[in-house]
């Protein structure tokens, strides 16, 4: 089996257009992700997108943003504040894994200490799958090994007490005891409501459930890090920039859209030809090879994104219908279906600040410069070492909140 290499904008976007190309990037991972949305294909890919596609509604992202993301992002960061320091990435898992079981349905019913932390752990230990892929390590088994415990424990202390209790609701719902608008408004309830349809096994169920808390946190949490990085890095080189932070609602946005360009969660994306296709420039990939959509590189043509596309610069023009953030929030039948709630909406010249959607991102990132948030002078941010790709593991902060910049 051979790879074939796309790195062009244009090549990347008709590589991840191509019907008879199908998800490969996850195969490492195939003991938790092997029947997620992000690996499914054809029929049963769109069967199973439509009815989660229900719940990634504007009306359900604006709640999120305006009622419940200020306050989880206060009840976490509160800790943090009263210490005067903390580190970026624990944060980020803090506010991501609280707001995303929510969107996922996993019930949280202590409410405890204990329990956030144990989803926490459980968090970290599936994390470990979508990277098995980009593992430098020659054992990987020991890995795996971990993931499957934490499956089991998520199961059983998680996620089918989270599914029968939303399934007992639609009895009360079918026996007419209770108003189906009532229902919770999460992606666990739909896939229930679409169980005749979608006919899931409970191994689907469970994989599906974990896959959100990934989809949903672990992206946005290392979005987050390198977010911020970028910007702390730009306001040394441009204090002038502060008052642009103060006086221009959408800027956040746009640091966050050129973080995002040069740091795509995943830098390729991988899929597997399904029968013999031709790649845009022509070349013909045989059945079974694998096609390497390098979106990294994509991100950074020069002819589309302008000078110097190795650097960051949030005032970059980027014309000609290309999004700013470029090919990282995927492209074709996998686009990112949390987008919108991740980073929100590009703004419009008729954008205006109050009813605009700014997605979870940048919405941290601005709390986080309120709060005062620095680089911790005695501490020193880390890389994650033992994965190719580049993601912060530790990136300590301290908060002055008499210093902040807005
Ligand atoms: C900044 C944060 C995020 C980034 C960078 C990101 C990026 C991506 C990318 C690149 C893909 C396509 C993968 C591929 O083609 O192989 C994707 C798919 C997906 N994302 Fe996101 N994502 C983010 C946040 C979220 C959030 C918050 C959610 C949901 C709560 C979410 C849900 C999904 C789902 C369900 C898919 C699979 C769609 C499908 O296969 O049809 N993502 N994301």
Not at 51 to 77: A, M, Q, S, W
Not at 156 to 184: C, H, I, Q
Request: charged fraction near 30%; include cysteine.
């Amino acid at each position: 089996m051979e790879e074939h290499l796309v790195d062009t904008y244009e090549g990347c976007v008709h590589a991840l257009k191509q019907k008879d190309l199908r998800q490969s990037l996850y195969d490492a991972a195939a003991l938790m992700m092997s029947d997620v949305l992000v690996n499914l294909h054809g029929a049963e890919h769109r069967a199973r997108r439509l009815v989660e596609g229900k719940i990634f509604r504007k009306d359900v992202f604006l709640h999120y943003e305006k009622t419940f993301l200020p306050r989880t992002l206060d009840e976490t960061i509160s800790p943090f504040l009263e210490a005067g320091r903390g580190d970026l990435v624990d944060i980020g898992y803090r506010v991501m894994m609280n707001l995303t079981v929510d969107f996922a349905g996993i019930d949280r019913p202590e409410r405890s200490h204990e329990e956030t932390s144990e989803l926490l752990r459980l968090l970290k230990e599936f994390s470990l799958a979508p990277a098995l892929g980009q593992s430098i390590e020659a054992d990987i088994e020991p890995k795996k090994a971990r993931i499957r415990k934490a499956m089991a424990e998520f199961d059983e202390r998680f996620f089918t007490p989270s599914r029968r209790r939303r399934e007992a609701l639609l009895t009360e719902v079918e026996a007419g005891r209770m108003a189906k608008e009532d229902l919770p408004d999460d992606v666990l309830m739909a896939l229930i409501l679409g169980q005749e349809k979608l006919q899931m096994t409970d191994e689907q169920f469970l994989q599906e459930g974990i896959f959100y808390m990934l989809a949903g946190a672990h992206t946005t949490i290392h979005s987050l890090a390198h977010a911020m990085h970028e910007l702390f890095e730009w306001l040394d080189e441009h204090p002038e920039d502060v008052s642009r932070l103060r006086e221009d609602p959408f800027f956040i946005q746009r640091c966050v859209f050129e973080s995002l360009r040069l740091h795509p969660s995943s830098p390729v994306a991988k899929r597997r030809a399904l029968c013999p296709v031709a790649l845009a420039e022509g070349e013909e990939v045989p059945e079974g090879d694998e096609v390497v959509v390098n979106m990294r590189e994509a991100n950074r043509n020069p002819e589309l994104f302008g000078e110097d596309p190795d650097r960051y610069n949030p005032h970059r023009e980027i014309g000609g219908g290309k999004t700013s953030y470029g090919l990282s929030m995927g492209y074709g039948m996998h686009a990112c279906l949390g987008r919108n709630l991740a980073i929100g909406v590009e703004p419009r010249s008729n954008s205006t600040p109050e009813d605009h959607q700014y997605g979870t991102v940048p919405l941290i990132v601005e709390s986080l410069l309120r709060f005062g948030v620095q680089r911790d002078p005695d501490g020193e941010p880390k890389k994650d070492e033992t994965i190719t790709r580049i993601t912060w593991s530790e990136y300590p902060v301290v908060f002055k909140p008499e210093e902040a910049l807005i």
